[in-house]
């Protein structure tokens, strides 16, 4: 069985979230770092493509109200649903961010 790699689509508040992590990385003096890190996150969130599955829905409240579904890259947490055959990321925030009943 064959199995299809679904599209990844990035709101654009997850654009903007990838982009103020590469703002406050490069501020720190890490430009490089910087470029690479947030190419690290776009190819962990293009898996979701071929993983749409994997992941459990959110505990956070609001997030599994939407059905959104959490996964964690280092101290990242994506939130993306499967959306008419393709995945969209709703949203990408660092975990302290987060309140503790996510976790």
């Not at 990838?18 to 996150?41: H, T």
Request: hydrophobic share 40%; aromatic share 18%.
């Amino acid at each position: 069985m064959e199995s299809r790699k679904l599209p990844v689509v990035y709101k654009p508040q997850a654009d903007s979230q990838i982009f103020k992590i590469i703002l406050y990385i490069s501020e720190q003096g890490y430009p490089e770092r910087a470029v690479k890190f947030a190419d690290k996150l776009y190819d962990f969130g293009n898996t979701f493509g071929i993983f749409a599955g994997k992941y459990p829905v959110c505990k956070r409240k609001s997030w599994a109200k939407r059905k959104w579904h959490c996964a964690v890259y280092g101290n990242y947490v994506f939130a993306y649903k499967v959306v008419k055959n393709q995945v969209v990321i709703f949203s990408i925030v660092h975990g302290k961010r987060l309140n503790y009943q996510f976790l």
